[in-house]
Nanobody, 113 residues
Framework: QVQLVESGGGLVQPGGSLKLSCAAS????????MTWVRQAPGKGLEWVSRINRGGNTYYSDSVKGRFTISRDNRKKTLYLQMNSLKPEDTAVYYC???????RGQGTQVTVSS
């Protein structure tokens, strides 16, 4: 089955850290660029970060220096390490395959004291 399944979300205090994972199945993960996007309550989708098939990484200005995207092609898994979290990072986080677009079901991240 072709799918993406995110995990690792939760409730964290401001300044804390979380690491999200996205397990891919049913397709050749290593040949695709992969992206993290997020959707805050009442807002549209926001692009967060991208890693291409060669391992080059790109970040939105809002997360640059705090978040790190990575991938393990042998495990067919995408990661997002999130440090120095802020309340404005609260959102549902989705991993997304680029090209023939595919998106997971999302994982909730809530940053609150």
């Amino acid at each position: 089955q072709v799918q993406l399944v995110e995990s690792g979300g939760g409730l964290v205090q401001p300044g804390g850290s979380l690491k999200l994972s996205c397990a891919a199945s049913g397709f050749a993960f290593s040949v695709y660029d992969m992206t993290w996007v997020r959707q805050a309550p009442g807002k549209g989708l926001e692009w967060v970060s991208r890693i291409n098939r060669g391992g080059n990484t790109y970040y939105s200005d809002s997360v640059k220096g705090r978040f790190t995207i990575s991938r393990d092609n042998r495990k067919k898994t995408l990661y997002l390490q999130m440090n120095s979290l802020k309340p404005e990072d609260t959102a549902v986080y989705y991993c997304q395959r680029e090209g023939i677009r595919l998106r997971g079901q999302g994982t909730q991240v809530t940053v609150s004291s």
